[in-house]
């Protein structure tokens, strides 16, 4: 059943909830949790969460119920996964060092490797430590449009081409790509067309592929189906295959909002900036590096002729601001009104800064049953202790 989160985030009252805030909906991540369910049920692929995407360990008990593992890129993630998950990760980094692989090898069952050389340097390592080996390769095959989430095109850091993969290493169980971005199922489908036509001939060596991350299976327009029959239909041709996918947005995806407040009201120039208590360079920096124009809740994209109004962040940067909306009711902000950001829990708080200092936001989750909780707050000694 499709649950309609914007008409329950209509229904919260979020002038009882502290601003600046990143807030959770438990309501709105049991929806997503049930589609993630039917994807584990209906195919045998294994779906592990991303921890680059979403690290709020406090609802880590909540995904390992829903979930088959989870997957770091880092040290610290690693260490995360075991402390919090209470099992050993699926890792790969684009580069390991010498003073932190054996810790990493302690907290992984899986390890990728991103290009041969990695491969020789901490083989030895790895199998004397019990842990599954995998190679990553580039397919040469991606729909992502920004280039800067574009780990496929030629000449990428990332990954070993076909061309260049003559032989299977051995040691080597697995293979790992990653393609996609917030993308359909599709663009999964031709993905894999692309894997079998160039490294086809080393899927029947290999005990596990991990096909990456960025399947939004969550998203309202999403054929999750579409998804099932290309998942079984590539099994059914490679049934021995462990088939693996890392979702970091989809499980999290549009659970929760950034709640700000008007603190300000900026007319200069014809423009009509509504200043925040929050900085889109600190706090929503996708919003600027993708970029794009997140949605507002009782807003729209304004219609010519429509009074709108940008954004403005808390920062000192000229350029800490996103713009145009109108609101849906045509009124005009006042100071102390709610702006109530939508889809602000994937990749926002692990992506967040403490430039110029400006007030982070304290993150909390909110249950229909109960009310808001704050999990974590932010003060000054957060900053301080950042700095030397």
Not at 112 to 128: G, I, M
Not at 182 to 206: C, H, Y
Not at 229 to 257: K, Q, Y
């Amino acid at each position: 059943m499709t649950v309609d989160k914007d008409a329950i985030l209509r229904g919260r009252d979020f002038t009882s909830i502290p601003s600046p805030a990143y807030v959770l909906d438990t309501e709105l991540l049991d929806a997503n949790m049930g589609v993630v369910d039917r994807v584990r049920r209906e195919t045998r692929a294994d779906i592990i969460v991303a921890l680059k995407a979403n690290a709020m360990w406090s609802i880590f008990p909540e995904l390992k119920k829903h979930s088959d593992g989870a997957t770091a890129s880092s040290l610290a993630e690693a260490r995360l996964v075991y402390d919090k998950f209470g099992f050993k990760t699926h890792t790969y980094a684009p580069v390991y060092t010498d003073c932190e692989i054996d810790e990493i090898l302690s907290y992984s069952s899986h390890i990728t490797f991103n290009s041969l050389s990695q491969y020789a340097r901490f083989k030895d390592k790895a199998v004397s430590a019990g842990v599954s080996c995998g190679l990553r390769i580039n397919p040469e095959h991606s729909t992502v449009k920004t280039d800067l989430y574009n780990p496929c095109n030629r000449g990428s850091r990332l990954g070993v081409l076909a061309e260049d993969l003559t032989a299977l290493p051995a040691g080597v169980e697995g293979l790992h790509f990653h393609s996609l971005c917030e993308s359909m199922p599709e663009a999964f489908e031709a993905t894999l067309e692309a894997v079998e036509r160039r490294f086809g001939k080393f899927l029947d060596q290999v005990k596990w592929l991990n096909c990456g991350g960025g399947h939004l299976m969550t998203h309202r327009d999403y054929d999750v189906g579409k998804l099932v029959e290309v998942i079984n239909a590539f099994m059914g041709r490679h049934p021995s295959l462990r088939l693996i996918l890392e979702p970091g947005s989809a499980f999290t995806w549009d659970t929760g909002c950034l709640v700000a407040t008007v603190e300000d009201v900026v007319r200069n120039g014809g423009v009509n900036t509504v200043m925040l208590n929050v900085s889109f360079a600190c706090h929503m920096p996708d919003c600027l590096e993708m970029p794009y124009k997140p949605a507002i809740l009782g807003m729209h994209d304004p219609q010519p002729g429509e009074k709108h109004w940008r954004m403005g962040g808390n920062s000192c940067l000229a350029g800490d601001f996103v713009g145009d909306w109108a609101f849906d009711d045509g009124h005009e902000p006042v100071v102390g009104e709610r702006i109530v950001f939508r889809d602000m829990i994937h990749y926002t708080m692990v992506k967040t800064t403490m430039f110029n200092g400006v007030t982070h936001p304290e993150i909390g989750i909110f249950d229909p049953s109960s009310g808001y909780r704050c999990v974590r707050a932010f003060g000054y000694a957060d900053y301080r202790d950042r700095m030397s």
